[in-house]
């Protein structure tokens, strides 16, 4: 399942290079807070894999209940790609339309 979150994520970053430029969207700090969480949990996983440091149950727990929250991280995130507003319109209180 951490797989397919990952991919999902690379999905996002992919999607965003072609779409629109990182900006005052949220897309920024979406993609940034998801490949940090991914990125911690990755080299858990992989060490886990490798023999090298197995999971304690309880960080399993953790990951399975942590997969939720990734996954409505993401789609928050998709739900921002191409959609930006200029920082003037903010500052003016100007509605942000998607």
């Known amino acids: 399942m951490g797989f397919c979150v990952w991919q999902s994520g690379k999905y996002i970053n992919l999607k965003v290079r072609v779409q629109t430029t990182i900006s005052t969207s949220g897309v920024a700090t979406g993609l940034i807070h998801i490949n940090n969480n991914l990125e911690t949990w990755d080299n858990k996983l992989n060490a886990a894999i490798q023999g090298n440091n197995p999971l304690p149950d309880q960080d399993w727990i953790r990951f399975y209940q942590l997969l939720d929250d990734w996954i409505v991280s993401i789609e928050e995130t998709a739900e921002e790609v191409g959609s930006t507003q200029?920082?003037?319109?903010?500052?003016?209180?100007?509605?942000?339309?998607k």
């Open 86 to 97: 200029k920082e003037d319109d903010r500052a003016q209180g100007i509605e942000h339309r």
